[in-house]
């Protein structure tokens, strides 16, 4: 049986705190001296690592990774890492662990920083027996947080002992236990639910329109939180929450539209998309360059050569693109343009009301969902073998529309019922989106093949390879438009049905 080991994380208390905790016949004692050095929180910037129980902490001893979800004895420790992406880490034990962790889309930043005190305690007898070894982390963040780390690692036979220390420690009113996401937020001077975006707050009786503008807000702020990272590049992750937070916005205006005057509702559209405009091609290089392997698979071995030089003409227009959008996130223009739509929000007296502003959020939910869903349900019985690919791509933006209400108004009802809707739009999204994204990136291509100049080896190599890659995405999205009235079939089942009768009549449904 191994002896017990525990890892608290502590707010304020440092190595002194415990040297002074009265024990009785036994005593903390020090072993060694302190080390001091500086120290780097690695994690990405939507914290995954915190959320999955520890902290990666990179000093002049190395980089170790502290926990208690999977981490062996509460540490696991290997030379210090530089920030990136975890697959471009040196193998070794935190590497292991981080990689069933952090998605491979985000890389590793420093989301904290000072200077942290390495120390080492014993806890021993009247005989200065050993019975408990100490180690504690004391970081001083550059936010004016302090946080100890602290693991107590009992020797065999001592478990008693290990156990009335951890009450000592734990049941005083010397230290709390933050736990890792916690201590996380207070070295990065936040609060925990703005790095793990938690769930948007509703109030059933809220007036809508208070609720839609803390919406608005709420997703501005998402929004500029993501612009350092943008302008920093430090994954393709940043730019894409930067996008989904102004998308959810816009999304909100238009859905809502009798929520605000119409002459607000349009400024509003005007101004999010002024925002959102500038980052599309940065994105659209983006995607195609995550995507870069799986397109190079898709085509012979004798045709991958032209997609590899393809995708690095693509890597060459994605940098250009990256310092141009970086300039405008800088430039006064844009801080201009975004203050003023911040102001537009927090303006005196609130947003101009639209003729249902005053419908409580419950009172307004209702209803507007279960338009949503007939809407698509008309759309999709329209659609047949042979409806043109438009009307596919409109079914696809009614399920969306419909997806930001339910999404947006789920914290109202059951959680069963909205989980059952949520599962099966998602099904049926999932092919209409396969089915778009093919022929989005078809016409791309084909955008990318008449850009092509000249007779030179390169552009007929690149040309060659271009052409069977767009068969192959023509017959995939051929299988995918086949599969769209099976997938509604499926969405449209009576359990479906039921499930939005009970979410959308009156007092059904509510959470």
């Not at 995607?287 to 690095?312: H, Q």
Request: hydrophobic share 45%.
């Amino acid at each position: 049986m191994q002896p017990e080991t525990q890892l608290l994380f502590l707010r304020g208390a440092g190595g002194d705190t415990f040297e002074a905790l009265d024990l009785g016949k036994r005593r903390l004692r020090r072993a060694g001296e302190d080390e001091v050095s500086r120290f780097a929180l690695l994690d990405t910037f939507d914290g995954e690592v915190a959320a999955r129980g520890a902290l990666l902490v990179c000093s002049g001893a190395g980089a170790d990774l502290m926990g208690s979800a999977g981490v062996t004895g509460a540490r696991l420790s290997q030379p210090r890492c530089r920030p990136g992406y975890v697959s471009e880490m040196p193998a070794g034990p935190v590497t292991s662990w981080l990689a069933g962790v952090v998605s491979p889309l985000r890389a590793l930043i420093a989301v904290a920083e000072g200077e942290v005190v390495h120390r080492r305690l014993d806890l021993v007898d009247g005989r200065e027996k050993t019975q408990v070894r100490c180690t504690l982390w004391t970081l001083h963040g550059q936010t004016g947080a302090q946080v100890t780390i602290l693991r107590l690692e009992a020797l065999r036979g001592y478990d008693k002992a290990f156990r009335k220390l951890v009450e000592a420690i734990t049941q005083g009113d010397m230290a709390v236990d933050l736990g890792p996401l916690a201590a996380s937020a207070a070295l990065r001077g936040v609060d925990p639910e703005e790095i793990t975006g938690a769930v948007f707050d509703l109030a059933p009786e809220e007036r809508i329109i208070d609720t839609a503008t803390r919406f608005l807000r709420a997703q501005l702020a998402v929004a500029r939180r993501n612009e350092p990272g943008i302008i920093a590049d430090h994954d393709t992750e940043f730019l894409h929450d930067y996008r989904v937070a102004l998308r959810r916005a816009r999304s909100v205006v238009a859905i809502f539209r009798d929520v605000f005057d119409a002459a607000t509702r349009e400024e509003l559209k005007r101004r999010l998309g002024a925002l959102m405009a500038p980052t599309g091609a940065l994105r659209d290089l983006d995607v195609y360059l995550i995507e870069r392997d799986t397109y190079a698979s898709l085509v012979s071995a004798d045709r991958r050569r032209g997609i590899e030089k393809l995708f690095d003409r693509l890597a060459d227009r994605r940098e250009a693109a990256q310092a141009e959008l970086a300039g405008w996130l800088k430039s006064p223009d844009y801080r201009q343009a975004m203050q003023e739509c911040v102001m537009l929000l927090e303006g005196p007296g609130g947003l101009p009301p639209g003729p249902k502003a005053g419908r409580s959020a419950l009172e307004y939910a209702r209803p507007l969902i279960w338009k949503r869903y007939r809407k698509v349900q008309r759309v999709a019985a329209r659609i047949d073998a042979t409806s043109p690919d438009a009307a596919v791509h409109d079914l696809r933006i009614h399920c969306k529309k419909l997806r930001y209400a339910v999404e947006f108004f789920a914290p109202l009802f059951d959680g069963r019922d909205i989980a059952r809707i949520l599962k099966r739009l998602k099904t049926l999204q999932d092919t209409l989106g396969r089915f778009n994204d093919y022929a989005v990136q078809r016409q791309a291509l084909g955008a990318f093949s008449a850009e092509l100049r000249g007779n030179t080896r390169d552009a007929i190599e690149i040309a060659t390879s271009l052409g069977a890659l767009m068969a192959v995405l023509e017959i995939r999205q051929a299988k995918e438009r086949a599969r769209v009235a099976a997938r509604f079939a499926r969405f449209d089942a009576p359990e479906t049905h039921r499930a939005f009768e009970a979410v959308c009549k009156p007092g059904g449904g509510a959470g």
